[in-house]
């Protein structure tokens, strides 16, 4: 068999590649392998696996600690899409409006040079300002609201909400610039148009600006939504789910009945329920949310 330039070419390229491959297969595709498999056994992460079948998923129905985490979840989904979509897209409409396009990569400069400070330390930062003699309890103090001082992560009913609301003012660099890249595209035609039949301000902000950026909003309510049902972090370095179980998440008790208890398969069910559901609202979310192609 003879072998071309072009078949040497390209058989070259694969070369290059395949050890890519090799460990995307590795050490994406197979745990995820082992993860569906393992769901439906009863491992402890040492011994050999045994096959219970849907045993796993039925002793869900009676976790109370996973369905008090799931509610928490579900507040959780709620808050992050709207911190993630109001602030970032008011904030980029703002600079979107500003007449010095030298003003307007000023302003965008401004809001992106947070990205480059690692999360944890903005967490651990946080973390410190909810501490009983934290700066928001010495603010508050300053300011004569003495009464609003709490223990912000040490009270069941508020910690939750405490790590939710950490991150003021909740404007994601990453969520600015794609809405802002957004209102970029939007043709000068058709907003010279849209002036002259009156359609300014907030007119142009709900008739004009937000149907056409549709897609930048599919965009980020599908990344928030997965990377908040994802997001094991805050609770883990902030409260460690306490006080209780107040600030228990899905991902988080999922972490504890594996790595803790050491019940790996059940673990392991908790996962593929959760990617199930993962899977289920985002497709539910692009069916809602059509676009024009």
């Not at 957004?182 to 937000?210: M, P, T």
Request: contains cysteine; glycine residues 6%; charged residues 10%.
């Amino acid at each position: 068999m003879k072998w071309n330039a072009r078949s040497k070419t390209a058989l070259t390229g694969y070369a290059f590649i395949l050890p890519t491959f090799v460990f995307l297969i590795w050490f994406m595709y197979y745990p995820v392998y082992q993860a569906l498999s393992g769901a439906f056994t009863d491992w402890d992460g040492f011994n050999a696996p045994r096959f219970i079948g849907f045993d796993n998923f039925v002793r869900m129905f009676s976790d109370e600690v996973l369905g008090q985490s799931t509610i928490h979840a579900l507040i959780w989904v709620a808050f992050s899409i709207a911190l993630a979509v109001i602030p970032p897209f008011l904030v980029s409409e703002l600079i979107f409006h500003v007449q010095s396009t030298r003003k307007q990569y000023v302003y965008r400069t401004l809001f992106v040079i947070p990205i480059v400070i690692p999360g944890i330390v903005t967490i651990l930062l946080w973390r410190f300002l909810y501490q009983g003699d934290g700066a928001i309890n010495q603010v508050l103090d300053m300011i004569g609201l003495a009464s609003w001082k709490h223990l912000w992560l040490n009270d069941p009913k508020i910690a939750l909400y405490s790590i939710m609301l950490m991150g003021f003012p909740w404007i994601s660099a990453f969520n600015l610039l794609i809405f802002y890249s957004g209102l970029q595209s939007i043709s000068k035609e058709v907003i010279e148009a849209a002036k002259l039949d009156g359609c300014v301000g907030w007119k142009r902000v709900f008739h004009l600006d937000i149907p056409l950026s549709l897609p930048q909003f599919r965009l980020i309510i599908i990344l928030t939504l997965v990377g908040s049902l994802q997001n094991i972090i805050p609770p883990l370095v902030m409260t460690n789910g306490g006080p209780g179980y107040s600030t228990y998440v899905p991902i988080l008790h999922m972490y504890n009945v594996s790595t803790v208890n050491g019940e790996f398969g059940y673990g392991m069910s908790i996962a593929l329920v959760m990617f199930v559901v993962i899977l289920a609202f985002t497709i539910l979310n692009m069916r809602l949310v059509k676009t024009d192609s």
